[in-house]
Every structure is written in C-alpha cells, then in structure tokens.
C-alpha cells in the first residue's frame, strides 16, 4: 500500500463527506424526518466539500 500526502487524503475526506451529505438528504427525504432548511445547510455543506476538493486539483 503506498502512502498517501496529507494533501491527498484532505482531498479523499472532502470527496467522501461530499458524498455522504448527498446520501444522507436522500435516505431522510425518503423517510419522511428531513426538514428543508435542514436539507439546504447538508446539501451546502457538501458542495463546500466538493468546491474545496476541485480547487486543490
């Protein structure tokens, strides 16, 4: 296995909570307990993550 940077593994970090804000507003909307400004502020949160992730490219 090789090692990764520091700057590598903030990258993966961002992409992975990027895609768990996206699953997350999509298994609570389907159970019915997501309210929509608690929606926006995940959803918001995970294109953060995705903008940080693109911009360290």
Avoid: D, R
């Avoid at 992409?15 to 400004?37: D, F, H, N, W």
């Avoid at 959803?43 to 693109?54: P, S, T, Y």
């Amino acid at each position: 296995m090789e090692k990764k940077t520091v700057h590598e593994m903030i990258s993966i970090i961002f992409k992975a909570v990027t895609l768990a804000m996206g699953v997350a507003v999509a298994v609570l909307s389907c159970i019915g307990s997501l309210e929509p400004q608690t929606a926006v502020l995940l959803l918001g949160i995970g294109l953060a993550c995705a903008g940080a992730a693109m911009l360290a490219k």
